[in-house]
């Protein structure tokens, strides 16, 4: 047995490695129901190690140890011992080589790591600690190895056998197996290892680097849908072309291959050469995938992409520098979006993901640091934090060194450590040293958990024409302040940004400027303001803050119409909404009307009214906040209220301008071939905008214009707009469309999730007597991550069903939770995580959810993944 209370690992007690493995070549042999992988090291002891005699203790999981042997002689079972996680030899040279044995069974694999089937083969996925699972190694991050390996398996069912770096041999062999040998000519950490013994349909293109050298460009898919795997090919291309572009950085390898597999516990994997994803990432045709769909896949191909230089030829020390990659691939791929699709667009989607998934995670039991300083099972650190916050931290750094200077921190960085496994403080070292800005208090940032809160008051001096901020910050844990950059602007009266000129500055120069905060309060003293101004704070949401600007609703009403920051454009309207939703909770629960001002409905109607200058920026100015963003914003969340609040403002926006609707409706359309491009996706984002306010009023008028939609349209985005709807509405249209979807696309995986989502996230009262016969219908697999995301940690990220307030939300997902860690524990905790704020309920939801824990927490045999998660919460 494992042990049961597995202990924490912790940053500070960081070691070098006692022994290096210069090289790894591995011999995998592919048979029915079994792969036995030879592996023979070349290992040394390492001269930084701290003690010159420690025995060799090498990582390995779920293996069947056949042999070992070292230079050439086989241990006898007294030389060495295995337990459930390592294999250890004592008595080990300075230098030699050791060779293993190992067999297990892939197609028991249902934990998706290490070495795995899936539909259309085997598979790996090592990062974190799944290369353990393929063989006995020494599994961390600063163990970096030149891989050579030799595959072989069947060559009818596994035509395509690949692993990572250059194809330099294959050959045919008895009974029809076939075999090939890779290498990779790159040292790399054994997280980084990947091999596929695959039948696979494969597009390819050449490339050639900005330098002029020749690639070959790969994307292996299921059979038969290669015309759904050229926008990923595309999108692989144009990130190409970027990172050389703007991070003069150029594609290091002969070939790079990527492959789609439809079981995957995450996103994709940035393996070196050969990256794996989840289908989910690569395959789109305008038909099965919407815009978002087609964003995602852009965003992911080019973050996977990006890793192979800040990721891979830069590595992390160990797991508590994940960010180091992760925060600053993020960046990479934030900024890219940005510069392919809207700026602002792609900013306002960034930031109202950091608030529904990070903000609530930074004020619930599993917050942590963007470098966490302790961890039970490293899996449960793939957090919005890590990647989120991590890519804020990075663009604070940014936002304080400017463009010119950011890329020479970047040049510096991989001058300095290219090839290396190293730190957080090797990153912000290399941007100090490159432009000269002190990072001391943006260092902290790494260190310290919680979302900070900064407070904003102005003061209006008519007779001095001048303005002061009074701006001060807390994160209520003491220590010292953070360096926080506040871009700020002063918007006059007319609604046209004042020339900013500080106290001090010779002259007045520039309408935004980004304040350094470094202390717990300063003041910032603006001068030649000559008429009263309304401050425009955190402009482009310049850091991660909770932020209190004091300002009234006129002020509000007045940035939202008229602030040159789009952000804050945007931002102004989301204050406000909020402003109003939060106040017709208390009202309903008082039993009084609730008020709509209208000074925001006329805002809003402004917007409409100009939608047509950026059709895609209106339409995320017409969404309300969401309601998880509204529950965090509570003292005490009341999940029904917020709905019934929320769905009451829509409804009556909705009523006021349905005749602009409809027009917006009608005129928003889109001609020609399908095209997911920034301008076509925003008109059809406004479009669909527009019907979601006509369905807010579910009258038959607006439920058969849905219905005829839905009929209508030849896209995915148009026909998941409509049927989204309809799932909402309780008219007979609900049950045709959906019947009518799955029988169009039952046999397309990925549309078939959409079909099961849609009725999981529902807003019908019934909808967890709806989710439970989904998981009685066929189509329905508890082991595919995709399947069980659609309908489970969907249903458990509703605000209303999930929090139910007679407690059968959570224990359901409670029974869930506990099917699904004996299948697979990484797909498991991630649905456990759904049960983080249930503190912030009422008693009744809260003693609901503790039972709810603490039965989780019984279950026998419980992995260390949600072991950790479910201690957390109740701790
Ligand atoms: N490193 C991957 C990425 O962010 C994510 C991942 C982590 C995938 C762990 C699989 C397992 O690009
Ligand atoms: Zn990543």
């Known amino acids: 047995m494992r042990d049961p209370n597995p202990k924490a690992v912790l940053l500070r007690d960081y070691t070098p490695p006692a022994f290096l493995i210069d090289s790894v070549d591995l011999d995998v042999d592919v048979r029915e129901k079994q792969a036995t992988i030879r592996s023979r090291l070349a290992v040394r002891r390492n001269p930084a190690a701290k003690d010159a005699a420690q025995p060799l203790v090498l990582d390995g999981r779920h293996l069947e140890l056949v042999s070992v042997a070292i230079d050439g002689r086989a241990l006898a079972p007294g030389e060495y011992t295995v337990d459930e996680d390592h294999l250890r030899i004592a008595e080990a040279p300075a230098a030699f080589t050791l060779e293993a044995v190992v067999r297990f069974d892939p197609w028991a694999n249902t934990r998706l790591e290490g070495f795995y089937a899936s539909k259309d083969g085997l598979f790996t996925q090592c990062e974190a600690q799944g290369f353990r699972c393929i063989t006995y190694f020494i599994d961390r991050p600063d163990v970096m190895s030149r891989y050579t390996v030799t595959l072989h398996a069947g060559r009818e069912r596994f035509p395509h056998l690949l692993a990572n770096g250059n194809q330099v041999a294959k050959g045919e062999e008895d009974g029809e197996r076939h075999w090939a040998k890779w290498e990779d000519p790159f040292p790399k950490p054994s997280y980084l290892f990947a091999m596929v013994a695959a039948k696979l349909d494969l597009l390819e293109e050449g490339f050639v680097t900005r330098s002029g050298r020749k690639a070959l460009l790969q994307v292996y898919v299921e059979p038969g849908k290669i015309d759904q795997a050229g926008f990923a090919m595309h999108a692989l291309k144009k990130a190409m072309r970027w990172d050389e572009a703007v991070f003069g950085l150029e594609l290091d390898l002969e070939r790079f291959m990527i492959v789609a597999v439809g079981d995957f516990n995450m996103g994709a994997m940035e393996n070196k050469g050969l990256n794996i994803f989840n289908t989910k990432y690569i395959l789109a045709r305008p038909d099965t995938a919407t815009d978002y769909d087609y964003y995602g896949i852009d965003k992911v191909v080019a973050h996977e992409y990006f890793h192979n230089w800040t990721g891979n030829r830069v590595t992390c020390r160990d797991w508590f520098q994940l960010t180091l990659k992760e925060g600053l691939t993020v960046f990479r791929d934030q900024e890219y979006s940005a510069d392919e699709y809207s700026r602002a667009v792609a900013r ?481 905790s991630r649905l456990a995580r759904a049960f983080d704020r249930w503190k912030k309920y009422d008693a009744g939801r809260q003693a609901h959810a503790r039972g709810a824990l603490e039965s989780i927490r019984s279950a026998e045999g419980l992995s260390s993944d949600v072991g950790e998660v479910v201690g957390r919460a109740l701790g």
Not at 409 to 436: I, N, P
Not at 606 to 621: G, K, T
């Open 348 to 828: 306002i989607q960034d930031v109202r993901d950091l608030r529904a998934y990070q903000f609530p995670e930074d004020a619930g039991p599993m917050a942590h640091p963007v470098r966490p300083d302790s961890y039970v099972e490293i899996n449960n650190f793939y957090t919005a934090t890590v990647y989120e916050k991590g890519a804020e931290v990075i663009r604070m750094i940014y936002t304080l060194l400017g463009r010119e200077p950011f890329r020479k921190g970047m040049d510096l960085y991989f001058e300095r450590h290219d090839g290396q496994a190293v730190t957080c403080d090797d990153f912000t070292q290399a941007m100090q040293d490159a432009s000269g800005v002190d990072l001391s208090g943006l260092r902290r940032w790494y260190s310290r958990a919680g979302t900070p809160r900064v407070t904003a008051r102005g003061v209006y001096d008519e007779a001095a024409q001048a303005f002061t901020l009074t701006v001060g910050q807390s994160l209520g844990q003491g220590g010292e302040p953070l360096h926080i950059p506040l871009a700020v602007g002063l918007v006059g009266p007319d609604g046209v940004d004042i020339p900013l000129r500080l106290e001090g500055d010779a002259a007045a120069s520039g309408t935004t400027r980004v304040l350094d905060l470094r202390e717990a309060e300063q003041q910032f003293r603006f001068v030649e303001v000559t008429a009263r101004p309304v401050p425009s704070l955190l402009r482009g949401f310049s850091a991660p803050v909770v932020l209190d600007g004091g300002l009234t609703d006129a002020d509000l009403t007045h940035l939202m119409t008229h602030d040159s920051d789009p952000f804050n454009r945007w931002e102004a309207g989301q204050v406000l909404a909020t402003r109003i939703i939060l106040a017709g909770v208390e009202a309903l629960k008082a039993g009084k009307p609730m008020e709509v001002p209208t000074a925001y409905v006329e805002a809003v109607g402004r917007i409409l009214a100009s939608a047509s200058r950026d059709p895609a920026f209106a339409a995320e100015c017409l969404a309300l906040p969401d309601e998880a963003i509204l529950a965090e914003q509570m003292e005490v969340a009341d999940p029904d209220a917020i709905h019934e609040a929320r769905r009451r403002l829509k409804r009556e926006i909705a009523e006021r301008y349905r005749t602009r609707f409809e027009g917006a409706f009608r005129h928003f359309t889109v001609t020609g071939p399908y095209s997911p491009d920034a301008n076509a996706a925003g008109r059809r984002s406004l479009r669909n905008a527009s019907l979601g306010y006509l369905m807010a009023i579910d009258d038959s008028t607006a439920r058969a214009l849905t219905f005829l939609e839905y009929r209508r349209a030849e896209n995915m985005t148009d026909t998941m707009a409509a049927l989204e709807c309809l799932a909402n509405s309780a008219g007979a249209e609900r049950e045709r469309a959906l019947g009518m979807f799955y029988e169009k696309w039952k046999d397309e995986a990925l549309v078939v999730d959409k079909w099961f989502r849609a009725q999981a996230t529902s807003d019908l009262p019934k909808t967890l007597d709806r989710v439970k016969s989904l998981l009685a219908h066929p189509a329905f697999d508890l082991r595919n991550p995709n399947r069980a995301r659609a309908v489970l940690h969907a249903f458990a990220g509703t605000a209303v069903h999930f929090h139910a307030a007679d407690g059968e939300g959570y224990r359901f997902v409670a029974e869930q939770v506990v099917a699904l860690d004996r299948i697979n524990p990484q797909i498991a």
